[in-house]
């Protein structure tokens, strides 16, 4: 297993450098001019040296390699706060944002914590609801569990995450005022009260998305089940005396789990690109609505970093679930 995943962190490598580097060239070659929000009476010369400033004047490979550079050099002291702080030489290497004329790392970081909590939380739930439900929904076939089980399962998978979002403000925040309908990015926990405070308005955005994905999941999770329920392992473990309790939950469930895991595990990235629509109807500050608002503003820098990031964390995690399997069942041999 150890020989297995070094070898293939090793094949990561180039593979992310490829994959940087197609990114980079799409969006470089794309048309934008950090220059195209400035006022039309900003005289040419102070326009040059704002180009200047921003790095854009430098030949595309030197902006290549900057740009990387952000995301190999990180700072002892900020190892804590996340990989995206960097450590230049001079803020003048720094990448800039075209919008906000901000380092694209220090952006980043600031909106991340958002997108962690109020998503990463919702996605956990999800899952949490969803295993259980799609364990006992195969596990009772066509009972009157798996029928509603099978009914919000649609609903939630089929409805619109916008429409539920509104339809929950509507009801909790305008109707019975248990709620807050936006979201407010500059509460800092300190105490209880505010941490009662952070819950409440988590709740509506969390339940949106945790309807979402445990409908998607428990799917997955009640056609596996099906699918090995009825495999003759299945039938042998019975015919030696081992307890139904035992049959489902060490035998069944361990074999079921393989292709679920592949399916949270590619999800987990969404994490952390944010659930932009979600994000705008509850003015989650995140980094689904930072992505939203660069490709409007035609923030190319901003644009590159980000989906850089979502493609690395999906080569990561795709390593993950492959090591999950090896865990999950001992037929599996990488070496």
């Known amino acids: ?45 102070v326009k040059a040296k704002m180009r200047e400033a921003l790095g854009a004047d430098q030949p595309m490979v030197v902006r290549y390699v900057l740009w990387l550079k952000q995301f190999f050099v990180v700072e002892p002291q900020h190892i804590l706060d996340g990989w995206f702080h ?11 944002s075209w919008q906000s004329r901000s380092p694209v790392a220090d952006t980043i970081a600031e909106r991340l914590p958002q997108t962690l909590t109020v998503i990463g939380s919702s996605y956990l739930i999800g899952v949490l609801i969803a295993l259980p439900i799609g364990i006992l929904s195969a596990y009772r076939q066509y009972s009157w569990f798996d029928q509603l089980g099978t009914f919000i399962a649609m609903i939630g998978f089929s409805v619109p995450t916008f429409f539920t979002g509104v339809l929950l403000i509507v009801i909790f925040s305008v109707n019975l005022h248990w709620f807050p ?9 300190t105490d209880w009260a505010s941490f009662g405070t952070q819950v409440r308005q988590m709740a509506m955005p969390v339940a949106v998305l945790s309807l979402y994905n445990a409908a998607q999941i428990s799917r997955y999770m009640r056609s596996s089940m099906l699918d090995n329920l009825t495999q003759d392992y299945v039938r042998t473990a019975r015919a030696k005396g081992l307890t139904e309790r035992v049959v489902v939950l060490k035998h069944v469930l361990r074999n079921s789990l393989i292709p679920v ?57 795709n390593l993950v679930a492959d090591i999950v399997y090896g865990m999950l069942d001992p037929r599996i041999r990488y070496d």
């Open 261 to 317: 895991v592949t399916v949270i595990a590619l999800g987990i990235p969404t994490i952390f690109a944010g659930a932009i629509i979600t994000e705008q109807v509850f003015k989650v500050n995140g980094l689904g609505a930072l992505l939203i608002n660069a490709i409007y503003a035609n923030d190319i820098p901003m644009v590159q970093t980000l989906t850089f990031i979502f493609a690395v964390l999906i080569v990561l995690f």
């Open 181 to 189: 309908s936006i979201y407010d990015t500059t509460l800092k926990v």
């Open 1 to 45: 297993m150890l020989t297995y995943t070094i070898r293939r962190l090793l094949l990561a490598i180039p593979t992310l450098f490829f994959i940087s580097l197609i990114i980079f060239l799409l969006l470089d070659l794309a048309p934008g001019d950090p220059m195209s929000q400035v006022p039309l009476t900003v005289p040419p010369e």
């Open 86 to 96: 960097t450590n230049w030489a001079g803020d003048s290497q720094r990448i800039l």
